[in-house]
């Protein structure tokens, strides 16, 4: 049965809202999990749940409060002796913290005892660790990260969301594949349509990079399915499965939309916090708001997946509430069963 | 007295919506224009003022019904036979139709029968013309947009948002410069912040261009106030006033800013469609909802300012309403009466 590796240390309300999580998912889901970090601490918060349940007030609107019978899951612990903080240098800092948690829930997919992690502390830690513990898929020149972006209609997956900063074409290429097959194996879409963001709808748009890419991409005989460029405006529409950039650029628009969404529900809260009118108008709506915050909140996807290493590794936003890590487990556990990267192997070699 | 010339054929609601906003803010700012374009077509939208006055449905929440006294407005027409299409390659499009509306209105600049331009056709053929009819400032190597967007403060700088594609750190160095006289000259910060758009606030994060980019403006002996690098998450924090990329990332975060946006408004109006009850909250929370996306809305800043040629373009948004194309005429006459360019070249040389 598929277990979930849990970085318990990482990320900014850890270990509470990252225990909190993990055990809301092995609860919801029926999935076993191993929760990596500092036992004693993973252990009050144990206790805090058997006495309270789990109680979220992160993840702004969503305050619930879960009863849990911990005896009734299967959780192992491991004890990891050392953090990795925000600010260290990834590649330096998973050499000289081979105690860290999160390379040794990395190690617990690498040995076996898990399938996969799910981590919400330094992106950068969790990729380098899932590079060098897990190692490349075979023929991936670079492994990228596959975000879930909320359309107007069904999700598109924004494909490399930070990975990279410098790319080639054939790596984007790469990133096209490797976003299709997860789209289709995770996300059961049939014939995954693929689109390079750019600036123009034009093939002669764009800097070297994306023209090349798209040169590449028209002429693929691996079946991709290439519907061309897509402006950063087209990304919302829903017409579109996997749209492919540089780490860059897609790190960029990821944060972009996370900050423009952010700003609109504030600039929503204060209009209705004016006078006792405003005030009574947004009590009334607040139920409408809730759904359309449920819809685009990044919590709801749980986290990005980096694609391209042998094994799963889903990479939570730094501020993830438990209810975040908990769909950060979901996610974990589909990909797993998915099969998605002896799929992408398939289809890369 | 400072004219403005107007592109009248160029925008996806010309001349109709493009005549109607020169005409409101030639009352409303009193200001000059030139209208330059099919003078038949543009007659029959003044006859249709004349009579009916100006009434606007674009721009979504927007409809007026303004009153126009024609014959107190200072309204100059040159006819231009010909018009760009938005699919033409730019600069190809410049060269063979010589007189078509937008080259005739940058023309009308160089000739100085106008002291700046507004144009909301072909983005390309706008800039191709400008760089061409009006020519470089002295000691700027490349010309950049500098896009105006909300923030939970006040609005903030994007700079460049889509002229130059592939750029070097000395470009960057120069959109910095530009974009903090802006900020100075017209929207009177008196020391603009400025920031890199980056993918981490750490100075090694990023790609090489970045990397560069951070170096120059950290020991720039021309007084700007850098302040390190921007998250796409924090462009809408109001902490900094300007934001300095390259042209594809700018575009890139621009537009996909405008479909977030977009998808927001769309997904909200959604909700308030759903039943008898979700329809009556949504009429009262209309009030609010329109305010807010009066403070977002693109139109409001309506458009963005070519910088680094000798004279003053404004592009608007091809969607523009009379509306957007009235706040475009407002910003090019703020910018010609700032001074905006003579500073620029001050500060280059």
Redesign the interface.
């Known amino acids: 049965m598929t277990r979930i590796a849990v970085d318990a240390m990482g990320g900014d309300f850890a270990p509470g809202e990252i225990v909190k999580g993990a055990v809301w998912a092995a609860q919801d889901y029926n999935v076993p999990i191993e929760l990596v970090g500092q036992i004693d601490k993973i252990q009050e918060v144990l206790d805090e749940i058997a006495k309270k349940g789990i109680r979220s007030n992160r993840g702004g609107y969503f305050v619930k409060n879960i009863k849990v019978d911990l005896s009734k899951l299967d959780i192992k612990l491991t004890q990891a002796d050392e953090i990795i903080e925000m ?1 260290e ?1 990834p590649g330096v800092a998973i050499r000289k913290k081979k105690k860290s948690s999160i390379v040794l829930a990395v190690d617990a997919v690498a040995k076996g005892s898990s399938d996969a992690v799910v981590a919400a502390g330094s992106t950068g830690a969790a990729m380098a660790s899932s590079l060098f513990g897990l190692g490349r898929l075979k023929g991936i020149e670079r492994p990228a990260i596959a975000a879930t972006l ?3 209609k069904e999700p598109v997956i924004l494909i490399d969301a ?1 990975a990279n ?2 790319c080639s074409p054939e790596m984007l290429m790469q990133f096209a594949t490797m976003g299709a097959t997860f789209a289709k194996s995770v996300y059961n879409r049939e014939t995954p349509r693929i689109g390079v ?3 123009g709808e ?1 093939e ?1 748009k ?3 990079l ?1 023209k090349d890419t798209h040169k590449l991409l028209k002429e693929n005989k691996i079946g991709l399915k290439f519907i061309g460029n897509i ?7 829903g017409d579109v499965d996997v749209v492919v ?1 540089d ?3 897609g ?14 529900f ?3 809260q204060q ?2 916090k004016q006078d006792i009118l ?1 005030k009574i ?2 009590l ?2 607040k139920p ?2 809730k ?2 915050y449920k ?2 909140n990044y919590e709801e996807f749980g986290g990005a997946l980096l694609l391209g290493v042998k094994g799963i590794t889903v990479i939570s936003h730094g501020r993830s509430s438990s209810y975040a890590i908990k769909n950060a487990v979901r996610v974990a556990k589909e990909a797993v069963e998915s099969g998605v990267n002896k799929k992408i192997a398939e289809l890369i070699n």
Chains 1, 2 share one sequence.
């Open positions: 600010g240098a909320p359309t107007k930070g900063s410098a963001l750019n600036i034009e002669e764009g800097n070297q994306v402006e950063g405006k087209e990304l919302f529409q950039c780490g860059f650029v790190n960029v628009a990821l944060k972009t939309i996370e900050g423009c969404s952010m700003m609109l504030k600039l929503i209009e209705f405003s108008v947004g009334l709506a409408f708001m759904r359309i819809r685009i």
